[in-house]
């Protein structure tokens, strides 16, 4: 019987690591270890020797924003949806993964907007009136609006380019297994439900490790898990553990906290020499969901979707605060507040000179680093490849931004991929004590 265990604990303008060569293709869902090597050219393991499957799951986006618009199915034969049926989204459009941002998203808002045409029912997944999502999201307004920010960024996502790199980066080793690792995406191909495809397939592994790359408790994490839940059969027998988040795992959370300080660093060097520790604030841009407890004393439900993220956020940002020499404010992207612009027009009312726009809580260059927070930082998207971005505002006071992630900086490439190996060295550790 599959065994789903969540309970692992444990102790600018460089770009990106091209070295590995990886690529992102759906048929290529297998990734080598550095030195790069197929897999069909590995040494057969030993008879006697555990093989396990090493999966990690980004986030992930559509690389370019016609991606998005092409239906998916799953090697199966089972259809990717449908998604938006109840929201509008067209019949043609359901199986995309446009569609499964937009269903995504409203119904986030129908946690943030529960009962928005008064009937007495919260959280109905329809557009108002006849639902809780508000009027002004419609199918046609999200998806011209995606169009229009991925042409504003020239139509290319980095981020599973990126996340390929450092995965790939990660050498998990141990006597007596055999641990082959496996790229996977929430929100991009290969999905989950492919690669253990592939690994059900394969007929060889003995166990399953995942590792989400998210950062804490939150709507995502319940998708990985729900998705492993679903897709289960496909590896029925295989013992399966999936780690926590990586802030609830200390190790995983000093590293992030090193290359989100580290990165902070880095921007400082841009500001004049002669500028006083005082006249310098740091805006930790956050992702920014509400705080939706999985408390019924709060009137949470089971089956509800919750998220620990904006207060997990906040306790990490403490921590960032105590080891950088200027003042800090929490800047969160959408959804939440305080917002990236109130928090940098409250460092303006302060009198700060110089404030330095840190997206804390994403590892690389994505349509949030680009456009979500560049365009309240600095007024307009950003690519990685214009470095650090700085902007006088009507104030006086200047901001500094670059579109990279903390993890692709020569100052957090290695905290980062430090970390991620530690955590599926534990993960692969206890999938083998169960097996």
């Not at 508000?134 to 981020?159: L, R």
């Not at 997990?312 to 800090?328: G, M, N, Q, S, Y």
């Not at 692709?408 to 955590?423: C, N």
């Amino acid at each position: 019987m599959t065994t789903i265990a969540l309970t692992l604990t444990a102790g600018c303008g460089s770009g990106s690591d091209d070295s590995t060569g990886v690529t992102t293709a759906a048929d290529a869902t297998t990734l080598p270890a550095e030195p790069a090597a197929s897999e069909a050219d590995a040494t057969t393991p030993p008879a006697d020797e555990t093989r396990v499957a090493l999966v990690f799951v980004g986030h992930g986006e559509p690389v370019h924003v016609a991606d998005g618009d092409v239906p998916i199915s799953f090697p199966d034969g089972s259809e990717f949806g449908p998604h938006g049926a109840s929201l509008g989204a067209p019949v043609e459009m359901q199986h995309t993964e446009w569609a499964a941002a937009y269903d995504e998203i409203a119904m986030a808002m129908t946690y943030m907007f529960p009962d928005v045409n008064n009937n007495g029912v919260e959280h109905e997944m329809e557009i108002s009136p006849a639902g809780d999502v508000p009027p002004f999201f419609t199918w046609e307004a999200f998806h011209d609006e995606v169009i229009e920010i991925y042409e504003s960024f020239g139509d290319y996502s980095p981020h599973n380019d990126r996340i390929a790199e450092h995965v790939a980066a990660v050498d998990v080793a141990f006597d007596g297994a055999d641990v082959v690792t496996h790229l996977a995406f929430l929100d991009a191909v290969p999905r989950i439900p492919d690669v253990m495809w592939d690994i059900a397939q394969a007929g060889d592994y003995d166990a399953v490790a995942v590792v989400p790359l998210l950062l804490a408790t939150s709507t995502h994490t319940q998708e990985v898990e729900d998705q492993i839940e679903e897709v289960a059969a496909l590896v029925g027998g295989l013992d399966v553990v999936v780690t926590p988040p990586f802030y609830e795992v200390p190790e995983m959370r000093a590293h992030v906290k090193n290359a989100v300080v580290n990165m902070a660093t880095e921007l400082r060097a841009s500001v004049p020499d002669d500028a006083s520790d005082e006249l310098i604030g740091v805006v930790l841009a956050a992702h920014g969901t509400p705080y939706v407890p999985a408390d019924p004393s709060a009137g949470w439900k089971e089956g509800e979707i919750f998220s620990n993220l904006g207060p997990t956020e906040d306790e990490f940002h403490d921590e960032i605060a105590a080891e950088l020499h200027w003042t800090t404010r929490t800047g969160r992207m959408n959804y939440d507040e305080p917002s990236i612009e109130e928090s940098l027009s409250a460092f303006e009312a302060d009198g700060i000179e110089h404030v330095l726009v840190v997206p804390s809580a994403f590892p690389t260059p994505a349509m949030h680093t680009m456009y979500d927070v560049a365009t309240p930082a600095v007024g307009r998207p950003v690519t990685p490849d214009e470095g650090v971005v700085v902007v006088e505002r009507p104030s006086g006071m200047h901001v500094y931004y670059c579109a990279d992630g903390y993890a692709d900086l020569d100052v957090g490439r290695d905290e980062f991929r430090a970390g991620l190996t530690f955590i599926a060295q534990r993960g692969v550790e206890t999938v083998l004590g169960q097996s």
